[in-house]
């Protein structure tokens, strides 16, 4: 039967395309009907399953993008010129003018300093200010809000938490570590000085305001632990805090962005730049030194101080 | 060509590289950061051999102390730096209450 249809309807579409080359208008294909769609039952979500699946090629995935990494790595380590050699693209007339005339120019026996002060001091300031935008950030997000610590908006869970803090700073309090105790009491001072002469020498020997500023605060840090934050709280509280850093970078912006108005060629403003070699010299290195050392000493031991208490 | 301080950087730099491996591997959290210390004391000391005494400065302050520091204090908040010391003393704590 079906297959008698089958001919009938063949017999028909070839009558009608003879008809259609003969000039009719074209007939109307049957169209076919569409086969209703096997729907794929949905497994449901397995996350054992998943997560068996993920493991399986989580390590080869691994590996192989190490391996990727480390050839491209390594590929790119060896196009790269030797290290010390003389005729490396580095060395170029830039190196050469900062070695010759950087001690004319900027009047600091450190040639380190010299660049990163006064070439580019603006890049130093940038830096500066990422250092106070860190601790902006980890301010708003660790600093312990008085006005919404109230006792009765807390649970039970966080209240139990901070009796447990509370009771085990007085016990540090009170059984300080001997031994931390008697060589913070030593070495701390000994720290906080070399930090200070790091600071004060940048321009003449090794060092500058970001080594010497991060020696002081690690000082400062190790004052903290040994005899507790009651010590570094008498001379260091967010008062303090806040006037150190947002005013040595006011001081280092107003100082360095002169050159915004006197124009580029802010090497020549009538600065005296004193003898080289002596302590007050290197036009405004020594200023600029000192602002950098404080931003940095203050971030750190912020950074220290919110990280262990929530204030500083 | 092998001098002695040829083959003494030599051994820092494998010592770095091991140092570095040994801090991705490690389980416990408390030596991967006393690795991690010991990673950045080389480094000032391969800074040293560079002729850089200041960057050997900062790493010294900032890498060995100041970062290792922050990371003890983490560690310590969430209550990774020792556990057996921890759950005694929310025992201690408990049995205080039970008493009360």
Request: net charge neutral; charged share 20%; with cysteine.
């Amino acid at each position: 039967m079906s297959d008698s249809t089958n001919h009938e309807n063949h017999e028909n579409h070839g009558n009608a395309f003879v008809a259609w080359v003969n000039g009719e208008p074209k007939p109307e294909v049957e169209k076919k009907e569409p086969k209703p769609k096997v729907k794929k039952q949905k497994k449901p979500f397995d996350s054992a399953e998943a997560y068996a699946k993920f493991h399986k090629l989580y390590k080869p995935a691994c590996v192989i993008l190490c391996l990727a990494f480390i050839a491209v790595l390594v590929y790119v380590s060896i196009k790269t010129p030797l290290f010390g050699v003389t005729d490396a693209p580095t060395n170029n007339e830039v190196a050469a003018k900062y070695i010759e005339e950087g001690l004319e120019d900027t009047g600091a026996t450190n040639i380190v300093a010299g660049m990163i002060l006064d070439y580019r001091a603006f890049d130093t300031l940038g830096e500066s200010t990422v250092l106070f935008t860190a601790v902006m950030a980890v301010i708003i997000l660790l600093k312990v809000d008085k006005d919404k610590k109230k006792k009765q908006d807390m649970s039970a869970a966080e209240l139990k938490e901070e009796a447990i803090l509370q009771h085990e700073e007085e016990l540090n309090d009170k059984h300080r570590d001997v031994i931390l105790k008697k060589t913070a009491g030593v070495i701390a001072p000994f720290i906080l000085m070399f930090g200070i002469y790091v600071v004060l020498n940048g321009h003449i020997s090794p060092g500058g305001g970001f080594s010497g500023g991060a020696i002081i605060g690690a000082g400062l840090i190790l004052i903290s632990q040994a005899f507790g934050s009651k010590i570094t709280k008498r001379f260091f509280n967010f008062k303090v805090f806040t006037i150190i850093t947002s005013g040595a970078l006011l001081t280092y912006a107003a100082l360095k962005t002169y050159s915004f108005y006197t124009g580029a060629h802010h090497m020549e403003t009538g600065i005296p730049k004193g003898i080289a070699g002596a302590i007050l010299s290197g036009g405004f290195i020594l200023p600029l030194n000192i602002c950098v050392g404080l931003i940095v000493a203050c971030t750190m031991f912020g950074f220290y101080s919110l990280f262990s208490k929530g204030e500083i | 060509m092998f001098d002695a301080q040829t083959i003494l950087i030599w051994i820092l730099l494998s010592f770095l590289i091991v140092c570095a491996i040994a801090t991705t591997v490690t389980k416990n959290l408390l030596v991967t950061v006393l690795i991690f210390m010991s990673y950045s004391v080389v480094m000032s000391v391969i800074w040293i051999f560079l002729e850089s005494p200041d960057l050997a400065g900062t790493e010294a302050a900032v890498g060995a102390g100041v970062t290792s520091i922050l990371f003890f204090i983490v560690l310590k908040k969430i209550g990774a730096l020792d556990t057996s010391k921890r759950k005694k003393k929310d025992k201690d704590s408990k049995e205080g209450e039970d008493n009360e």
